[in-house]
């Protein structure tokens, strides 16, 4: 990334780089999109360092990681995804890309009791008439019917370890 660039410029950057990485995704070219959301990510967290109080690309960083950790899981990268996933819910945490990639991953890895918790804290964030909680939900179920929905939510820390 460049160092030194304006403000102006990141911006260009993070939004070129984002409509590619979205453009690759959706072209199934997975690798060249991780490339391409890495470098908006850097762009944005550029622009963040230069503002100093955070900049505002909360948001926008919440959806490139969202779309990085997709990317990741039809790589199968699955730790590097859950990772992605972890920490845009992080800065958004009722972003439901992330939800679903991040229980998709634990659940390819086998990971149940892991993949119960943020079924968990889905249901709490959007509650059960969310049509992706209700699918995860059921899923779950299906996954480990002996750990029930309604048992007490985790705290969201437990939410966001691996």
């Known amino acids: 990334m460049q160092f030194g660039a304006t403000p102006k410029r990141l911006e260009e950057i993070l ?70 996933g972890d920490r845009a819910l992080e800065r958004k945490p009722n972003h439901v890309q992330a939800w679903v990639t991040k229980c998709a991953c634990l659940d390819t890895l086998g990971l149940a009791e892991e993949y119960a918790r943020p079924v968990r804290a889905a249901v709490r964030v959007f509650g059960h008439s969310n049509p992706v909680v209700s699918s995860l939900s059921t899923q779950a179920m299906a996954t480990r019917p002996e750990d029930s929905l309604e048992a007490p939510l985790i705290a ?4 966001f370890s691996n």
Do not use: P
């Open 15 to 84: 939004n070129r780089n984002r409509i590619k990485g979205t453009n690759m995704f959706c072209s199934r070219q997975f690798v060249r999109a991780v490339d391409e959301l890495s470098a908006a990510l850097e762009a944005a967290s550029q622009l963040d360092s230069i503002a100093g109080d955070g900049g505002g690309h909360e948001q926008v960083m919440a959806v490139l990681l969202s779309s990085r950790a997709a990317c990741l899981l039809e790589l199968g990268d699955y730790r590097a995804a859950i990772e992605d």
């Open 156 to 159: 969201t820390d437990e939410v």
